[in-house]
């Protein structure tokens, strides 16, 4: 049993990678994001490039370089993924998959890791190789380990977050409006402030990484005068604020990764019910 | 005229996004305004005139750009004496007038209450309709021509929520410069220049206008609509 | 309504040619397309039917031109469409479906529109399953509201693709019984792979392989090109190697092969009488040149031309 679980994990994540790396708009919407993003005048090259307004460590600029990207890029993220458990079902695939012996929940996981790892590509390449133009440029060898470090406490645990619920929201509504929705989080959930209003922003439940970014990376903005995480005088959920540790940003990685559980696993029952 | 009857078909094509989207919208907006702990009238006017702004564009926009790409029946559609650009355009128009009807009566509810003169930049009961007349049908011709160019509603929503996206976290930076300042879409809630509101919402119609243009042209090569999952 | 085309190709992107110099003429009534998956039939429903634009040619369809938008837009006014792959809307009823297609296909009076519906339903026998949503219907069901919107506008020239695939016997005999009275006055062109819809409802037939004509003339004519070349072999060996294997069924004593071979491909073989299936066998499939023995191409308006290999 083990052994199908894992073979059908294997090839679900092989294939669900390959069909959705071959997308156009996986590669579209990332570099039109960018582009944009530019052409308004945006900093992210400056903030790499120009020596008048380069921070003066390279962690502080390469980890400003993943926060900037993740906020932008994970938005595009999320809505790309919306549509692709309930393809399935569209393409009329799903009764012949159900009729293998492989188990629906490996099959699940698989396509969550394998179209979640491909849509994220474009993102990593853009962040690595801008990560590493910084590092030629500012002679900084050392600024690729801490981009891996960010990718690896800030970026992946959000985008793993996110997929989740992109793949399994839209089975309960249809995925235009989940699209609506989730960007509605994104702003709610990383940006408002917590004193105007009850929000998660600054939260152990924070796609944006703001407990790693404070405690584990050491990062407080680019000018250094953001804080990240943490109580807020005033505000409601502050129960959900503990001080930035390095035992909380654990903590809020792995609340991160437990929610996302959660979320495939509802969303297998869900579908487990209906077949 | 085609008949009122063809007009709820396509409606009903429009699908439940078109429907419930401005609705959650407004009340969210509300919702927010609501919560705001320190409520003082001009932050929460700003708030509910931001509901029709912001949200009610998004929804729409993000609407407009699942149109394209998701018809089971398009090679029938395609067979039939009416264009399928104009039934594609007959849904648009549905899912922009009916966000306009629930912003117009949402804004009618706040003029009548008193909300909509708390905030100070309002330009009035008439002319403040472009508060969301023109973020919304902006947003919406910009996601239906994106839907139209890339037959799907994943890259088509994606575009439109992130264009959003980096209007509402990058509002400064957006209205740096003249371009960026008229084709703002929060100009009424959030603009740095007040003085140039008024272009600002013809831009956007203006804008508006080219990408149904943009839609049309494209959507006329009927060969790109049929077959399997383009993506 | 007569279909005249000559010298239409299709190249799509990628260059692959799904239709390579095609000339045929079809004639008022009911006319049969055969040919393998991927010969070319659905992409030539397509372009007459308006959805794809020929990358050569010409076609007319009765004085219209398919390569302007206007000849387009006439001929779906006078058309009936039932695609391959039938989409339908599964929240409408099939009293909704018909009633919005037939709104598309410019139907605008509600009262006509209405008895035109309800008068397709009951031809169709789906009168009592009216008013239940498209989604709970079986295949076949869905293949009736096919035909019915296929038929709301009393077209001139009708164009079924693949109709019966999918259907049980009865359907499918239905479906056919249906098809031949509407033909009449009409073109119906009827594209199929499976040979015994056109054996029994068409007369004339043409047969298209990798985009080219490799037959066209009536289904006795069809017929005649596998006479005496075929065979039926009883063996307990393997099947005959020579010829193509068109039935395999087990016999007192082995297997009983029924073979399409230029000649006998064994001392058991004996000759039986040929029928349509055969007939599109024998013909050469996949041969650069489409020709019929006399090395010329099939004419696209009539018979081919006898050959020695024939008699």
Known sequence: MTGQIARTLGASLRYEFRMQFRKRSVWIVPALTVGLFLLIGGSLLRDLFDPGEQ???ARTAVVALAVQLHALLSIGYGCLLADRLIRDDRLRVTPILDATPAPSGARLVGKYLGAGAATAVPILVVYFGLAAAYAVHAGAPHALGWALAACGVVIVPGLLFVAAFALVVPLTMPAPLFRVIFVGYWLWGNVVGPDMMPTLARTLIHPLGGYPLDALLDFHGIDGDDTWAGPVPGATLNFLRPDPTATTAWLSIAVLLLLAAAALAGGHVVRTRRA | MRPMTLWRYEARRAGWTALLGPPVAVALGVAAALANPRPGDTTTARILLGALEMAVPLATGVACASLVGRDPAVELQLAVPTPYRVTLLRRMTVTLGWAAVVAGLTAAVLIATGWWERWPANHGPFAGQLTWAAPTIGLGAAGFAAGAVFRSPAAGGALVTTLWTIQEFF????QQHLPGRLLYLFATTRGAVPGDWTENRLALLGAAAAFVVLAYVVLARSERLIGEEDE | MRIEISGLTKTYRGGVAALDGLDLVVPTGMFGLLGANGAGKTTLMRILAGLVRPTSGRVTVGEHDVSTAAGRTAVQRGLGYLPQDLGVYPDLTARQFLDYVALLKGMDGRTARRRRVGEL???????????????????????????????????????????????????????RTLLAQFAGRRTVLLSTHIVDDIAQTCREVAVLSRGRLIFRGTVDELIDRARGRVWSVVTDGPPPAEGTVVSALPHEGGMRYRVVAPAAPGPQARPVEPGLEDGYLALPHGEPRPADGTGLPARPDGPPHPTSVDR
């Open chain 3, 121 to 175: 339903l009951e031809v169709v026998a789906l009168t009592g399953d009216a008013d239940r949503r498209l989604r709970g219907f079986s295949g076949g069901m869905r293949q009736r509201v096919g035909i019915a919107q296929a038929l709301l506008a009393d077209p001139q020239l009708l164009i079924v693709d693949e109709p019966t695939a999918g259907l049980d016997p009865e359907e499918r005999i239905r479906f």
């Open chain 1, 55 to 57: 921070p003066a460590e």
């Open chain 2, 171 to 174: 509002a400064d930076l957006v």
